[in-house]
């Protein structure tokens, strides 16, 4: 159970804002060395991650400014406020990985239908010092990958670390074999590596941008604890969604058996230290009334149909023609 203020919540992306800029600057360093180790050594291995480290400065500095961009206070054009750049930004970067991880791909083909010579001991010099560095910005991103911005530079520099175990243990097996293939197949081991990472966070990424409920939280479940809240005699319409990995917003229909103005007052006191308490749900709205979704335009006699919105109509709806075509 996450028991996030908002305050705990600055403090988190502000130190996260903190940590990305040291690790730029880290990796900037780092990226000049792996170049000119390539250029020195002929390694596609080396070449290829060199220019990742390109992009994952790119990508550092892009979410660096989305966390900064995040911190910013809701006002009267984004009334939910400014989390939703950090999702922007780690979209992009991811994106942008893919795009990296096929072209290592056709670089490798390339290579293996034009080799050339290989110096492991470039290779081995380099991505020691690659490994070194790499390992110091995993302890560093570890206790703040809760971010999603963050969680993706994590993933970057945890496969750039075993990026460099790969290209270690190629420029050995080429110092003692001559086997310059080794080379070709450890990039297009790394591509695959990037690839995984990335599809997977982007995947991440855009359920957020498309509003889907967190995996971590049951909608039936979040609907059993308010109503053995007691009092209460249905929960609907129901919405979840999350502006960015660490804020969480929620909407409900909530119908009362005594709905005075005393009782929902009180009742929704409860109901949203529940849902903070509980699922870390900090924003919620919470219609009260006296009958199911009796304030919805849907429910009126005059507009009886189903709405895309209500998932406990259409499911009621749909259970229902289900039923009749099995009868007929």
């Known amino acids: 159970m996450n028991k996030n203020t908002p305050q705990v919540t600055e403090h988190v992306f502000k130190q996260s804002e903190q940590k990305l800029f040291l690790t730029i600057v880290g990796v900037s360093i780092i990226f000049i060395g792996k170049f000119l180790g390539a250029l020195f050594t002929n390694s596609l291995a080396l070449f290829s991650d060199s220019w990742h480290l390109l992009t994952d400065i790119a990508s550092l500095i892009l979410s660096f400014w989305g966390?900064?961009?995040?911190?910013?206070?809701?006002?009267?054009?984004?009334?939910?406020?400014?989390?939703?750049?950090?999702?922007?930004?780690?979209?992009?970067?991811?994106?942008?990985?893919?795009?990296?991880?096929?072209?290592?791909?056709?670089?490798?083909?390339?290579?293996?239908?034009?080799?050339?010579?290989?110096?492991?001991?470039?290779?081995?010099?380099?991505?020691?010092?690659?490994?070194?560095?790499?390992?110091?910005?995993?302890?560093n991103l570890r206790d703040n990958s809760n971010n999603i911005n963050v969680k993706s530079v994590f993933l970057h520099f945890l496969g750039d670390a075993l990026s460099d175990i790969g290209v270690l243990i190629g420029g050995i097996v080429i110092y003692f074999t001559h086997l310059s293939g080794v080379d070709t197949l450890l990039s297009a081991i790394l591509a695959c590596l990037i690839l995984k990472n990335a599809l997977k966070m982007t995947i991440e990424c855009t359920k957020i941008l498309l509003e889907a409920a967190p995996e971590e939280i049951s909608i039936d479940e979040v609907k059993k604890s308010i109503k053995n809240l007691g009092g209460i005699m249905e929960v609907t319409d129901v919405h979840i969604w999350s502006l960015s990995k660490e804020i969480l917003s929620m909407?409900?229909?909530?119908?009362?058996?005594?709905?005075?103005?005393?009782?929902?007052?009180r009742k929704l006191h409860e109901i949203q230290h529940l849902l903070k308490d509980k699922f870390n749900i900090e924003h919620s709205t919470i219609q009260f009334e006296k009958c199911t979704c009796g304030s919805c335009f849907h429910s009126k006699p005059d507009h009886n149909y189903c709405c895309n919105m209500c998932i406990d109509k259409c499911k009621k709806e749909k259970n229902a023609i289900t039923i009749q075509s099995t009868k007929i």
């Open 67 to 139: 966390l900064k961009i995040g911190l910013k206070a809701a006002d009267d054009r984004y009334t939910f406020g400014y989390y939703r750049f950090s999702i922007l930004t780690a979209l992009i970067n991811n994106i942008s990985l893919i795009l990296i991880s096929i072209y290592i791909f056709y670089k490798a083909i390339v290579r293996y239908f034009n080799p050339i010579d290989v110096q492991p001991e470039g290779m081995i010099i380099f991505s020691i010092l690659g490994l070194l560095v790499n390992t110091i910005v995993v302890l």
């Open 251 to 265: 909407t409900a229909h909530v119908s009362m058996q005594e709905c005075t103005i005393e009782n929902c007052e």
